[in-house]
């Protein structure tokens, strides 16, 4: 398992996943130096509850998310779950934000990124747009998500040969997850992060929940009132197993807490 940045302190293992207590601001300063140091890959996870659920029964996906460098809770009911069960983090990190925030940064440091993932036209939206957002930032490329696992090796050699600081994956899981951990080696990129759908709130397809939903954990309820059909069947089952895992995870560390205090005051 990858070492926990030292700006975080220690690492805390919540539902079988270490995450690094790290605010935004630490995040960001975590991944500044990695594209400052040597030349070396390091993966950044959001762990939201569903990635939380599907690790549980996907072996590469938990090795790969387990091996991450930087893994931030992204979602406020593993920041919850985290809170309840005595391994409080210190915020949110939403991925989609926490991606803005970074190419902002890059920009004002002269780094690059690549693009990878979504719909043609979203992700070259993304790429033209990246510029005149975020100045100083350079594009060292972007692709596409629709493509073969016989493209892969050449993929890879694309993005190593950009010269990129951050490469950002818009892809589902758990592809994203496995095929960063999968190449990293070979890719060469100092961040590597997977992102999901924000390449589509960020070029502008697709609006991102209002705020107040956020803050409530209840940005799943955006997502599933603008695809319903697509999303109803995925967030009862998700939904239902993360309370599940949750309300265990929470019960058990109470009671190792209730009895490693009886066992101190006999």
């Known amino acids: 398992m990858a070492e926990a940045p030292t700006a975080g302190g ?33 993966t950044l996870l959001t762990m939201n509850a569903g990635l939380l659920c599907m690790m549980r029964s996907d072996p590469e996906l938990r090795e790969a998310c387990r091996r ?3 893994i931030v809770p992204d979602g406020m009911p593993v920041v919850w779950t985290a809170r309840l069960a005595g391994v409080p983090m210190p915020e949110r990190v939403a ?18 990124a690549y693009f990878l993932g979504a719909r043609r ?30 493209d892969h090796a050449a993929i890879v050699g694309e993005i ?29 990129v100092p961040v590597v992060m997977g992102v999901g759908g924000s390449f589509d709130v960020l070029a502008g397809y697709t609006r991102r929940a209002p705020r107040a939903l956020q803050n409530a954990g209840l940005e799943w309820s955006w997502r599933l ?13 998700t939904n239902s197993h993360y309370i599940w895992l949750a309300v265990g995870e929470v019960v058990r560390r109470r009671r190792r807490g209730g009895a490693g205090r009886a066992g101190a005051e006999r």
Request: charged share 30%; aromatic share 8%.
């Open 10 to 42: 220690e690492r805390r293992e919540l539902l079988d996943c270490p995450f690094d207590p790290v605010t935004m601001e630490g995040a960001i300063e975590q991944c500044l130096e990695w594209c400052r140091g040597p030349r070396t890959t390091h």
């Open 68 to 70: 991450g460098d930087l």
């Open 95 to 112: 991925g989609v934000d926490l991606m803005a925030r970074l190419l902002e940064a890059g920009g004002r440091q002269g780094l690059s």
């Open 121 to 150: 036209e979203v992700v070259e939206a993304l790429a033209r747009l990246c510029p005149e957002r975020y100045p100083g930032l350079r594009v060292g490329g972007w692709r596409d998500g629709y493509f073969r696992p016989a």
């Open 160 to 188: 190593r040969g950009s010269g990129a600081d951050m490469l950002f994956v818009g892809m589902p899981s758990p592809f994203k997850e496995t095929w960063c951990e999968r190449h990293r080696a070979a890719l060469d």
């Open 225 to 237: 009132a603008m695809e319903p059909r697509r999303m109803w069947k995925r967030y009862l089952t």
